[in-house]
């Protein structure tokens, strides 16, 4: 089956780090670009961070620049988004999308479920 | 406060069609014609509907359709029906930033 399937939230101090991960299965991962995608409570779709196939070419929003690093592991059909510094405006669903392209990352024709990040003291 | 403006909310009657507008400044339109639509159904991951201002993916029905003039796109649901019912977010990709921009979403309810 054609999935993706993320993991790695929880709730976490402001200040805090967590790791998410993203697990694909059933196509060639390496021939797509990739995003996280992340959803506010009571808010629409706010775009985190892209990284194309092989992880040569990477951007973030202007939100979390600095803070977030998105990573792949081709080998291992897995995406990465570390969070650091994290601030209670980040609590939101994220979600990992895979891109139509493999140099890019929008265009994004598969979802997972999301995994709930959680930012409180 | 999202880049590109939609509505908050349209609704029609099963049968009817409806159309929702996204509108944004050229700095996140940009001149190429890379605009997607997303459905969102509530606990679900979003599905991508339009690709390119116009096409749809493999096995979208055809009751989607998008089109866009200037710095304004829209999406236009013909024939609505009760599994339409869901939010719907505009997203454009300049090319020259490389940040996806997303609008607020737009929900719809199918009467």
């Known amino acids: 089956e054609v999935q993706l399937v993320e993991s790695g939230g929880g709730v976490v101090r402001p200040g805090g780090s967590l790791r998410l991960s993203c697990a694909a299965s059933g196509f060639t991962f390496d021939d797509y670009g990739m995003s996280w995608v992340r959803q506010g409570p009571g808010k629409g779709l706010e775009w985190v961070s892209g990284i194309n196939w092989n992880g040569n070419n990477r951007a973030d929003a202007d939100s979390v620049k600095g803070r977030f690093t998105i990573s792949r592991d081709n080998a291992k059909n897995s995406l990465f988004l570390q969070l650091n510094s994290l601030r209670a405006e980040d609590t939101a669903l994220y979600y990992c999308a895979r891109s139509k392209f493999s140099s890019s990352w929008y265009y994004l024709d598969l979802w997972g479920q999301g995994t709930l990040v959680t930012v409180s003291s | 406060q999202s880049a590109l403006t939609q509505p908050a909310s349209v609704s029609g009657s099963p049968g009817q069609s409806i159309t929702i507008s996204c509108t944004g400044p050229s700095s996140v339109f940009g001149s190429y014609n890379l605009v997607s639509w997303y459905q969102h159904h509530p606990g679900k991951g979003p599905k991508l509907i339009i690709f390119e201002v116009s096409n749809r993916p493999s096995g979208v029905s055809s009751r989607f359709s998008g089109s866009k003039s200037g710095n304004s796109a829209s999406l236009t649901i013909s024939g609505l029906q009760a599994e339409d019912e869901a939010t719907y977010y505009c997203?454009?990709?300049?090319?020259?930033?490389?940040?996806?921009?997303f609008g607020g979403g737009t929900k719809l309810t199918v009467l």
């Open positions: 997203s454009s990709y300049t090319g020259t930033s490389t940040n996806i921009f």
